[in-house]
């Protein structure tokens, strides 16, 4: 019954593997996102995608890149992680003005 | 690029005690949106505001939208300890979709 669900909740890796967190979301919303939350708890916005197309890219490293398969996917990729990389990863999908979070992927890069 | 700024950064209060935490921006936004994060969760939606003035309530919560449309308050009253959590402001940028946030006020509560 889950909105916004994300998958995994905490991701443990070294510097310079290759990751993805996949999330999902079973609203029937067309746009969706990801968002980045530092230590500090500041949410930056990364990227939108509108019925699988991308609407919105952040100035984010290209080592981050986005796929969303259908409308209620969207999964993001990380390459060559880095120890900058260490934050919260947020899935939203939106309705109208309204986000709707997923729980969070904690990554830390050791 | 368009900022929030949020006041206070923390507060520490005693439980049975109102609460009043704010947010400006130096731009004018067309809508605004107050969010509760809990530790370990995503950020959930508690009020949203699409109206210069607009006052809007969520059972002890109250929030208003400036009428300049640059600011908006959020009240909490008589808190409990299920309030402790981190609270934010976001506003939607222009047309783009973007949703950006403001830095957050934790809130701490003492039974």
């Known amino acids: 019954d889950t909105a916004v669900s994300q998958t995994p909740k905490y991701l443990v890796t070294q510097m310079g593997n290759d990751k993805s967190i996949k999330c999902e979301q079973n609203l029937g919303h067309d746009t969706m996102y990801w968002y980045k939350q530092d230590s500090k708890k500041f949410l930056k916005i990364m990227f939108s995608?509108?019925?699988?197309?991308?609407?919105i890219n952040e100035t984010v490293p290209n080592r981050f890149s986005p796929k969303s398969p259908d409308k209620a996917h969207l999964n993001l990729h990380i390459n060559s992680l880095e120890l900058g990389d260490s934050a919260v990863y947020f899935c939203a999908s939106r309705r109208n003005e309204k986000l709707f979070f997923g729980s969070g992927t904690q990554l830390s890069v050791l | 690029g368009q900022q929030l700024n949020q006041s206070p950064q923390s507060m520490f209060i005693q439980e049975g005690e109102d609460v009043s935490m704010n947010c400006t921006s130096s731009?004018?936004?067309?809508?605004w949106l107050w969010y509760k994060q809990d530790p370990g969760e995503g950020p959930v939606l508690l009020i949203a505001l699409y109206k210069a003035g607009e006052l809007t309530s969520n059972g002890r919560l109250t929030a208003q939208f400036g009428i300049t449309r640059k600011d908006s308050f959020l009240n909490i009253s008589a808190s409990i300890p299920s309030d402790v959590g981190i609270y934010f402001c976001a506003g939607h940028v222009g047309n783009t979709g973007k949703l950006i946030f403001g830095q957050g006020t934790t809130l701490q509560v003492k039974p």
């Open positions: 995608y509108n019925n699988k197309e991308l609407i």
């Open positions: 731009s004018i936004f067309n809508t």
